[in-house]
T-cell receptor
């Protein structure tokens, strides 16, 4: 059973701090990884995708991938209260036909 | 949200009813998906359609029946559901090329309650 593991949290950070969200995956054949943000009562919204080892930056968000360690992370700089949400990590299966999601990490940013 | 639309947004149905959920994507994608999201559980993939052909069925009970008439439309037909089927049902679409899986974009979901 291929899995994606995330700490459910809640992760609490003060406004302006860096929030660090982590994820591990079991399928060594996975090549594509995604971070989604989900506000309560809403559907998941894609934040970042990453396909290669290393860092990928987009505004205040940085995704990091280490395939050797089967580890994906998301850093949120200058955290804002509006970043408070559940963050879902997902990996694509080897066939590229489906995403496997973690349970999500709840982030709370206090002002 | 306008890239992928879902109707209805909320649905209450009895266990003997038959209803359908509808999804439409306006992104030109070639793959569409149905997911179930229950409290405290990860998103569960139910069905995958790639170029209108069903490519995955993750052991979903037969009381859920998908239909994909074209690459832009996806339906989920529901009949004789159980209370434990109450959940948020999400549709998503993506562009798939060979074995490369690109970003999936979700619709707003249908909140289903089975009484």
């Amino acid at each position: 059973q291929k899995e994606v593991e995330q700490n459910s949290g809640p992760l609490s950070v003060p406004e302006g701090a860096i929030a660090s969200l982590n994820c591990t995956y079991s399928d060594r054949g996975s090549q594509s990884f995604f971070w989604y943000r989900q506000y309560s009562g809403k559907s998941p919204e894609l934040i970042m995708s990453i396909y290669s080892n290393g860092d990928k930056e987009d505004g205040r968000f940085t995704a990091q991938l280490n395939k050797a360690s089967q580890y994906v992370s998301l850093l949120i700089r200058d955290s804002q209260p509006s970043d408070s949400a559940t963050y879902l990590c997902a990996s694509a299966n080897q066939a590229g036909t489906a995403l496997i999601f973690g349970k999500g990490t709840t982030l709370s940013v206090s002002s | 949200e306008t890239g992928v639309t879902q109707t209805p947004r909320h649905l209450v149905m009895g266990m003997t009813n038959k209803k359908s959920l509808k999804c439409e994507q306006h992104l030109g994608h070639n793959a569409m998906y149905w997911y179930k999201q229950s409290a405290k559980k990860p998103l569960e993939l139910m069905f995958v359609y790639n170029f209108k052909e069903q490519t995955e069925n993750n052991s979903v009970p037969s009381r859920f029946s998908p239909e994909c008439p074209n690459s832009s439309h996806l339906f989920l037909h529901l009949h004789t559901l159980q209370p434990e089927d109450s959940a948020l049902y999400l549709c998503a679409s993506s562009q798939v090329s060979g074995t490369s899986s690109y970003e999936q974009y979700f619709g707003p979901g249908t909140r289903l309650t089975v009484t």
